[in-house]
C-alpha cells in the first residue's frame, strides 16, 4: 500500500469515530449582510480534531459562514461557540486565540513592515515580554521555512512564502481551531500539496482545521469531515467517505465531482470506501 493511501486510510479510521466532541457548533445562526439574509438557521457541529471541509457553488455563503464562525465578523450573539467561546461577544484578542483566520488574499491580513514584526504583531497586542516574542516568532519561522526572510517585507515574499506566513501570523497565539478560507487559489498542485502536508502536520498536533475549498479532490484526499452549503444552508454535513458515498449529493449543491469519483457508481465506491478503511 503507498503512504498516500495509507495516510487516507488513516484519516477515514478517525474521520468515522462518532464520539468526538464539538470544537466549534453553530445553533440556528442566521446572518445578514446589508440587510439581506445570507445565511439561514444554520446548525454545525465542527469535531474537535477533524480537519473539516466546506464546500458550495460560487455564493452559497462560505465565506461569510467561516468569517461568522471565527468572530472575524462577529456573529449574532448565542449562536456560536468555539470551546466555550461566544464570539458574537468575545473580543478580537479573546477569539484570536481560540480561532485564527487564514483570508484567500494573504495580502488582505499582513499589516507589518517585516517577516518578524508580523508574525510579533499578535504577541505584542498580548504584551508577551519579547525574550518569549523572540523565542516564538523564531519557532514559526523555522517550522514555516522563513528563518531567512525574517527581516524581508511580506510583500516582497513569494506565493507560497506569503501563504505560510498567514498561516504563521493565524497560529501565533496557539489557537486551537485553524480556519483558511480558500487557501490552494490559483496555486499549482505542488503548492496545494506543500500546504495540505502542513495543515496535516497541524492536525497531527491537535489543531482542528477548518478549510473552504472548490477543489473536490483535496476534500477526498484530506477531509475528514465535510459540510455541502448551498444557498446559505448546510446541504450536508458528515464524515467525507459518507458524504461521497451518498450518490447525487455534491451534484445536488450545484458541484461537479472530479473524474474519478464521477466515473465510480456508488456501490463500487462503497466497496472502495470499505477496502480502504
Ligand atoms: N457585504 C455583503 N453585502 C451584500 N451581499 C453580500 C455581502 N457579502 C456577501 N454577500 C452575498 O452573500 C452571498 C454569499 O457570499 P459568500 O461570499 O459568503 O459566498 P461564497 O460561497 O464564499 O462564494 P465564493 O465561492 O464566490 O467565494 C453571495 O450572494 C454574496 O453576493
Ligand atoms: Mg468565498
Redesign the pocket.
Known sequence: MSERSETKRIERAEGESKSAAAIVQARNLTVK??R?E?LHGIDLDIPAGSLTAVV????????????ALAGVVPPPRGRVVIGDLDPGRASPREIASRIGFVF?NPEHQFIAHTVFDELAHGLRLRRVPDAEIAKRVGEMLRRFGLEHKAEVHPFLLSGGEKRRLSVGTALITRPGVLAL??PTFGQDRARADELLRLLADLRADGTTVLI?T?DLQLVADHATHTVI?AE?RVHASGPTVELFATDGLFESAGLRLPALHRALNPRLRGILAEAAG
Do not use: C, F, P, Y
Open positions: 449582510r446589508s439581506a445570507i458550495g457553488a460560487n455564493g452559497a455563503g462560505k465565506t461569510t459562514l467561516m468569517q484567500q478560507d480558500e473552504v472548490h452549503l446559505g
